[in-house]
């Protein structure tokens, strides 16, 4: 890959890549490495993009393994979740804003293998289907993960 | 809930992103690596670092004898022993930093633990990268509270590696400078780790003392899933000395751990520390476990034998002691290796675990292993087992399995259950019948055990919804029963039905099924209920529903059992007063709305009451009024209808009027189309319950606060 093809397909998914990467790791610190070092294998692997929507699974699959990496860690099971501060919030209204700093809180407080298929599929938009092949499970387990998910979410917003 | 789960992450995520200078960063970061010009990226937290300072230690001594052969002056080795390098990077990982920094020519990396910095060394004797082995040398420091110590320098494909005051020199590698190196590490860094980042347990009074010695070698930290991560153990390890040892090694005497409770703030509010003394061969794992929403440390002591005991202490109530003896209480047993986390195991030392499966190493997994009543209670206890005592003598055990003929675990989904149910007889002798169930082609929706007529039976809820399968568990047998028939119709009016599991897209998932009404009922004895048996057809539509029955004042579970009729879920959807001031923060809602799938009408009841207040027809009706013409003009719309000019009020191209008419609120919407006219587009017809009830919102009210994509569903 060309700096230019680097450039264009970090403005493109940094966003995303930064998201998941939070919704592993739960910190802004972690995931902002695993969100480079996402990057980085991809530049070091020089892979070539078919499509728009490979280039965005591969960057998701990349991404979920450099952050199971760090998971695996046994420091990280010390870890706990870190508020988000909300400092990029530019929105004026602050009832809605912490509304959505304790939904966040909420959705990282999921059990992972719940948070990660939640936030795939409501934020990403990809199906059970898709969700499995990125995440190597069957699409039933992630229907399941979904059901799972969902149900407690559904507890707390009702 | 799916467009609200969506709408609530969209709300949620959007500020989950990097700031522009975060971003630009390290885009200049990844540039650079794509240009082959830089060797490391730049962390954040490396950005922050700059100013540290390295520490250097005086290792004259430690290094006279080694073979230097001289400051810069650099031999290169020809070639390079594999074990060598081998040697070299298992050095480094054998120490205990949390974290190291890399710098190499100017530029620095910070690495997280060993893993990390075992990854970047594999990755460079692995890669033979030009430019990063070779000819550069990295330096490679410990990072720990309060500072930066240098640990050494090496080149890892030439082999070159040592360092004087902390300064780096190139030399030749040999197994006597790795020897010094390591032990200069290990007088110089592991003080330095010890007196410097050890936070005593006496001295924990905030989470953040907790984190803080979490970074300790000799410390393990474990926070507990119990309202936010306020719960914790810490662990100190010491030798026979009482000097502070890192975890997990063999000099590690005594452990002293501490259970911590703290508040929102972070501020401690409760504690209970004890020392164990690992001598003490009589205990094989510690752990914890929530039971009636105490907490209580769980220690299963091996003075039981193959009987399991536990002793369980209230940490809680630090006084309260209690030790439970539990061969006979399965129950008890099962719950706690279902539900205990341990995070301590004695085997003739201390070790650190984390899953419960540790626990079950070596147990007894599967009926084929059970020949006495011993064996089946520890079969009954094991964490991925379901059991249930039903009689003195009678047990039912249900084990999961994956696609292979594996046991599985209850945690995901399983492809098939073998069921056992366990007669034990008057001379301890047993009888077991084993039914297996697969997931896969299986009729049921929920599988469940019950008891009726002196007999206990494995009752399977049937997708067709009014048949059940039910089992003999005693004598065999299966029965396919209408819901109304024997056996079945007595146990559904007893209601006494212990679900366990479901299937769900051809798996088994541990957990009960919906539960059955007892009053459950087919579509013919429904409409003869309500007086509907001449058009009972099998065209009838939720429509024809709305006409047939004047919902107000009737139970919403009459609606909801609309749901057998039509064989479609019902949806109940819960309105939050948004508007609301702090009084009403708590966010309860104030109506809960009940619509099949095609809501062309949706019935209202106020939260906490089965009564229908409200209902609303929406769309294209014909029902309620004949008066009503979707596309038609506002002017005639208004003429027809007799609208008064009061009733109508604007919202951006939208023109909306909210009125009364013979008992019915009338709601209505006009779009303007491209000629400049008012036309009707939409129409929301609600009856008199809902003007009166003053918990019910107008549509008006509604829009305003939902917007206008809302009421068109979108």
């Known amino acids: 890959m060309d700096e230019k093809q680097v450039s264009d397909v970090y403005r493109r998914r940094v966003d995303m890549v930064y998201r998941l990467c939070f919704s592993y790791l739960r910190n802004k610190d972690d995931a902002f490495d695993a969100m480079q070092n996402t990057f980085y294998k991809m530049i070091k692997k020089g892979v070539e993009f078919r499509d728009a929507e490979h280039e965005k699974a591969w960057l998701i699959v990349t991404a979920s393994n450099v952050c199971k990496n760090v998971l695996a860690h046994w420091w990280r099971k010390t870890v706990s979740i870190e508020e988000w501060d909300g400092t990029n919030n530019s929105g004026s209204d602050v009832e809605a804003a912490q509304e959505d700093r304790e939904f966040l809180a909420l959705v990282l407080d999921l059990p992972e293998k719940y948070r990660i298929p939640i936030y795939l599929h409501y934020y990403e938009g990809y199906s059970a289907v898709e969700i499995g092949k990125m995440l190597k499970k069957s699409d039933s387990t992630i229907r399941g993960y979904l059901m799972k998910g969902r149900e407690i979410l559904g507890k707390e917003i009702g | 809930m799916d467009e609200k789960i969506r709408e609530r992450m969209n709300g949620a995520y959007k500020d989950v992103k990097l700031n522009d200078d975060l971003k630009s960063q390290a885009e200049a970061n990844l540039l650079k690596k794509a240009r082959g010009a830089g060797k490391w990226s730049v962390s954040r937290e490396m950005l922050a670092m700059a100013a540290v300072v390295v520490v250097f230690i005086a290792v004259n001594a430690v290094l006279i004898g080694l073979n230097i052969r001289g400051g810069n002056n650099v031999t290169p080795v020809e070639s390079v022993d594999d074990s060598k390098k081998n040697t070299l990077a298992q050095y480094f990982l054998d120490l205990k930093p949390e974290n190291y920094l890399v710098e190499c020519e100017g530029e620095s990396l910070r690495t997280n633990g060993y893993d990390g910095l075992r990854d970047m060394l594999n990755e460079i004797v692995v890669s033979d990268t030009p430019g990063i082995a070779g000819n550069s040398m990295l330096k490679i420091s410990a990072l720990a509270e309060g500072g930066t110590k240098t640990l050494g320098c090496v080149d890892i494909c030439d082999n070159k590696t040592v360092v004087i005051d902390g300064v780096c020199y190139e030399t030749d590698v040999t197994d006597e400078a790795l020897t010094a190196i390591k032990s200069y590490i290990d007088d110089a860094m592991w003080p330095y780790l010890r007196d410097g980042a050890i936070t005593d347990l006496e001295y924990i009074i905030t989470i953040n003392d907790v984190r803080t010695l979490a970074d ?417 003009e506002l002017e005639e719309v208004k003429k027809r209808m007799n609208i008064d000019d009061s009733a109508f009020f604007e919202e951006g191209v939208v023109k909306f009027a909210s009125f009364e008419r013979d008992g019915y609120l009338y709601e209505l919407s006009f779009v303007l189309d491209s000629n400049g006219n008012y036309l009707l587009g939409f129409s929301c017809i609600s009856n008199g319950a809902k003007i009166n009830s003053s918990s019910v919102k107008s549509f008006g009210e509604r829009l305003k606060e939902d917007g206008i994509n809302a009421i068109y569903g979108k």
């Open chain 2, 216 to 632: 300790c070698p000799s410390a393990y930290v474990r926070f507990f899933d119990e309202g936010g991560n306020r719960f914790c153990v810490a662990a100190v390890c010491y030798d026979a000395n009482k000097a502070y040892c890192r975890i997990n090694e063999e000099s590690t005497e005594y452990v002293e751990y501490g259970y911590f409770w703290f508040d929102e703030d972070g501020n401690k509010i409760l504690e209970k520390k004890t020392v164990v003394d690992l001598c003490d061969k009589s205990w094989e794992t510690r752990g914890v476990v929530e039971f009636n929403s105490q907490w209580y440390e769980v220690v299963n002591n091996k003075n039981g034998g193959d009987e399991h005991n536990y002793d369980m202490v209230n940490i809680m109530e630090p006084e309260d002691v209690e030790h439970l003896l539990h061969f006979a209480d399965y129950e008890m047993e099962y719950y706690i290796r279902s539900h205990a986390q341990f995070f301590m195991e004695q085997q003739g030392k201390y070790v650190v675990v984390d899953d419960i499966v540790n626990v079950d190493e070596g147990k007894i997994f599967d009926f084929s292993q059970v020949n006495t009543v011993e064996n089946l209670g520890e079969l009954m206890a094991a964490s991925n087992v379901y059991s249930k005592v039903l009689s003195q003598n009678q047990y039912l055990v249900v084990l999961p399995y994956n696609e292979d003929g594996v046991a599985d675990s209850f945690e995901g989904w399983v492809s098939e259950l073998k069921v056992g149910y366990v007669e034990v007889l008057e001379n301890r002798d047993m009888k077991l019948t084993v039914i297996p169930l697969e997931g896969m082609g299986n009729s049921m929706e929920s599988l469940g055990v019950t008891y009726c007529q002196g007999k206990w039976y494995l009752f399977g809820q049937l997708q067709t919804y009014m048949q059940y399968e039910v089992i003999d568990l005693a004598n065999g047998g299966v029965e396919v029963l209408d819901y109304d028939e024997g056996i079945c119709r007595e146990i559904l009016v007893n209601d006494d039905i212990d679900y366990f599991a479901q299937v769900v897209d051809n798996y088994w998932l541990l957990g009960g099924g919906e539960t059955i009404e007892k009053e459950a009922k087919d579509p013919k004895t429904y409409c003869s209920n309500h007086g509907w048996d001449e058009m009972c057809t099998d065209t009838m539509s939720v429509r024809d529903i709305y006409v047939a029955t004047n919902w107000i004042g009737k139970s919403a579970k009459s609606f909801i059992e609309l749901e057998l009729f039509f064989d479609d879920l019902v949806v109940t959807d819960f309105e939050y007063d948004s508007a609301a001031g702090p009084a009403d923060s708590s966010e309860s809602a104030y109506q809960i709305n009940l619509s099949m799938s095609e809501p062309n009408f949706v019935v209202s009841t106020e939260p906490d009451s089965d009564e229908i207040i409200a209902v609303t027809l929406y769309g294209d009706h014909n029902y309620v009024t004949e008066d009503v013409w979707l596309g038609m």
